[in-house]
């Protein structure tokens, strides 16, 4: 949908490279043999002016991909064209910052709710990553149950899990952590994070412009004036539907929203 638009009836001047890299540690990915090995934003950044020689590009990303295309952003403004994100940061606050709106207050109200309800695993990959990972590294049935919850729960699939993703798609997933044997090293990511990345400081601010697309069954729906106070946002988008996992249950309507921000852009 990306690369040829015209063979999904789209206009072929909306045509991208597609450059889709994986997070080390992930599936096919290299894995760390020691923590913080390895710097995503820089390497990714390195992939594409020196190795693919891109002198600009737009970055994009979904869930820890979000992520990383806003650190992109923030640490090379003058190569990255733009970005376009499923998920936003949250800005450092201070007494000084303008008040919430009522829709920001009901956001981090919804937050809080997700952390407590919804928030264990994020928990125990932050902090007991390894302990995790011998138990999902000797189990295949506790690796699917793992995985596959999180398939469930954040897509909208209204109970019918197989509606949306194949059990094809689903074994295909879980085939990859299985037989690479990259679970530990992918959740280990998330005690990286927590423990070696440098936080978001007061005055951080993605200058770039930046498209945000929000879906209904997603981790959060920021609303807009929230994704402001952090990003140049020149594009915000509102899905009827939709999951955490959009180019995957919904690829028509992402790659609409991608071909559309770009286009606004030229």
């Known amino acids: 949908m990306l690369v040829d638009p015209a063979q999904v009836g789209g206009d072929p001047a909306d045509a991208f490279d597609v450059v889709i890299p994986t997070l080390p540690g992930d599936g096919f990915s290299d894995k760390p043999t020691r923590p913080n ?16 020689g891109y002198s600009r590009f737009m970055a994009a990303g979904t869930d820890i991909g979000a992520g990383v295309a806003t650190r992109l952003a923030l640490r090379y403004p003058k190569k990255v064209k733009a970005i376009h994100v ?13 008040p919430l709106t009522r829709d920001e207050q009901a956001y981090r109200e919804q937050n809080r709710k997700w952390d407590a309800e919804e928030g264990a695993y994020q928990a125990l990959q932050s902090t007991r990553p390894q302990t995790l990972a011998f138990g999902l590294t000797d189990s295949p049935v506790g690796l699917a149950s793992w995985i596959s919850e999180k398939f469930y729960n954040w897509s909208d699939c209204q109970g019918d899990l197989l509606s949306v993703f194949p059990m094809d798609t689903l074994i295909d997933n879980l085939m990859v952590y299985w037989a690479t044997n990259t679970i530990g090293s992918s959740v280990r990511y998330y005690y990286e994070s927590q423990h070696f990345r440098p936080p978001l400081v007061l005055g951080d601010h993605v200058v770039v412009p930046t498209g945000v697309m929000v879906l209904p069954k997603d981790l959060g729906q920021p609303p807009q004036e929230w994704a402001s106070r952090f990003y140049n946002v020149q594009r915000y988008t509102v899905l009827d539907h939709g999951g955490h996992f959009p180019a995957w249950e919904v690829p028509d309507l992402y790659a609409h929203d991608l071909r559309a921000f770009a286009r606004d852009l030229a």
């Open 37 to 52: 090995q390895v710097d995503s934003v820089d390497l990714f950044f390195r992939l594409m002016t020196e190795t693919l």
């Open 86 to 98: 499923t998920a936003v940061v949250d800005p450092p606050l201070t007494e000084n910052s303008p």
